[in-house]
């Protein structure tokens, strides 16, 4: 069974960095596409980065230059590097993974995952 756990979130003021993590378990590998999706009340699930099983990278333009996102697959773990927060980073945030080439993995919509993560929440004072 598959299962992806969150950890890292909190309450931080602006300025301030979070790393994220996302470990992977009952694989035997990460997956081949993976990435950290964010949702406010209300809103549809954005993707914020996204890393894929060859080591390619995309983060959104939103966050880009502030935020990081690395996969360790030795250790199956998802990581997403926060710098330089803002308010508007706010969010739940939720890690996504899927086996199989698919569709281009940076930049997949969130119906592109088969799994997901409970979530962490972010929350970023001003």
């Known amino acids: 069974q598959v299962r992806l756990v969150e950890s890292g979130g909190g309450s931080v003021q602006a300025g301030r960095s979070l790393r994220l993590s996302c470990v992977v378990s009952?694989?035997?590998?990460?997956?081949?596409?993976m990435a950290w999706f964010r949702q406010t009340p209300g809103n549809e699930r954005e993707g914020v980065a996204y890393?894929?099983?060859?080591?390619?990278?995309r983060v959104s333009d939103s966050v880009k230059g502030r935020f990081a996102i690395a996969r360790d697959d030795a250790k199956k773990t998802l990581y997403l590097q926060m710098n330089s927060l803002k308010p508007e980073d706010s969010g739940m945030y939720y890690c996504a993974a899927t086996w199989g080439r698919g569709p281009e993995c940076l930049g997949r919509r969130s119906e592109g995952f088969g799994y997901w993560g409970q979530g962490t929440q972010v929350t970023v004072a001003s």
């Open positions: 009952g694989v035997t590998t990460s997956g081949d596409c």
């Open positions: 890393a894929a099983f060859d080591s390619s990278t």
